[in-house]
């Protein structure tokens, strides 16, 4: 079962922006479970402009085999808790995670 998370945070100033991309390409490289790698794929972007954003800024979608690795990356990820320790003085309000089992799939 595929479990996919998207991330949304409003960071205000665009340099932060760019320091928690930087967090995140070292978060792919360096998460590791076991000493294994255990995220399958991490994507983060700018947010574009449009109304529906609601402010948010940043945009991440992390995909894992399954909920017992999601579960590893909130609690124990020590790769994770090095990026939220960045994050959090960077970013205002909350921020938004949902998470869904990977129904349907269409690639092009």
Do not use: W
């Amino acid at each position: 079962m595929t479990i996919h998370r998207i991330t949304l945070f409003n960071i205000p100033k665009p340099d932060d922006v760019d320091i928690l991309l930087a967090e995140y390409r070292t978060l792919a490289q360096e998460a590791k479970k076991n000493s294994e790698p255990y995220i399958v794929s991490v994507q983060a972007g700018r947010t574009l402009p449009d109304a529906r954003t609601k402010g948010y800024t940043l945009a991440v979608k992390t995909t894992f085999r399954n909920m017992d690795d999601m579960n590893f990356y909130d609690h124990d990820c020590e790769a994770h808790k090095r990026l939220k320790s960045v994050a959090a003085p960077k970013r205002h309000g909350d921020v938004l995670t949902a998470y869904f089992e990977d129904v349907v799939g269409l690639a092009i």
